[in-house]
């Protein structure tokens, strides 16, 4: 796989038959191109693409991404239940699976609206949790932190068993000290031959501190960093 950090949440993943386009909304400068993390759809107009969103947050969704119809032949849409819009998409609510014929989709209960989307493809199977995470801040109440974190784990236990080769997980700088709640609970309970984290709204450079607490150390390994829009990760 190669995958392309393009802002926030929202990556392409390349395998060997498809482009995965997961939680795209940030297309700013307009045509600047994959290099840049904005998707050009001349780059990808050969491309068996599918995009993905997890739910309608705006930093997860934008409907512009339907505009790429017109330039890419082979494209594809998957939509959390809860983002309305009359395009024609496949949608998928929390407990659902489609079959799309090529590719398998399973939806998760996010924690916080919409889904997380396990898919399989190409022999692959690739996790993206959207908004589901193990949010915990320190504004909430301790039954309310309380209720996050049961809700979490439950949804986490139900991917028990599956083999998951990569999997993009939130780690919210807000959350400071807390942000690796969700990444270690998950990895300790799941697992993934690699991980992607992701939700920084930019600030990648926080994500360092993966490489450096003491929690990670069973699976640090696994975990791949980025800097700037655009850049590539090799899997």
């Known amino acids: 796989m190669e995958v392309r950090y393009l802002y926030h949440s929202a990556f392409a993943v390349k395998t060997p038959a498809h482009l995965l386009i997961f939680d795209y909304y940030y297309d700013t400068p ?11 759809p001349e780059e990808i107009r050969g491309e068996d693409t599918v995009v993905f969103a997890s739910h309608s947050h705006p930093d997860h969704y934008s409907p512009r991404i339907f505009a790429w119809r017109g330039t890419v032949p082979k494209i594809r849409y998957v939509l959390s239940s809860d983002i309305h819009t009359r395009e024609n998409a496949a949608r998928i609510g929390p407990g659902e699976e489609k079959d799309l014929g090529d590719l398998r989709v399973r939806a998760l209960r996010s924690t916080d609206q919409g889904v997380a989307f396990l ?3 190409d022999g692959l199977c690739i996790y993206h949790a959207g908004d589901l995470n193990w949010w915990k801040w320190n504004e909430d109440t301790e039954q309310e932190n309380a209720v996050m974190e049961r809700k979490f784990k439950a949804q986490v236990e139900t991917l028990r068993g599956e083999k998951i080769d990569l999997a993009f997980l939130p780690v919210d700088p807000r959350q400071g000290d807390d942000a690796l709640l969700g990444l270690d609970w998950f990895m300790r309970t799941v697992g993934a031959r690699d991980v992607i984290p992701m939700h920084s709204f930019g600030q990648t450079d926080f994500f360092s501190r993966l490489k450096t607490d003491p929690r990670t150390v069973p699976y640090r390994d696994t975990i791949h960093l980025y800097s700037h829009r655009g850049e590539v990760i090799s899997l």
């Open 30 to 40: 307009r045509g600047a191109g994959f290099s840049r993390g904005v998707v050009d």
């Open 119 to 121: 898919v399989k493809a």
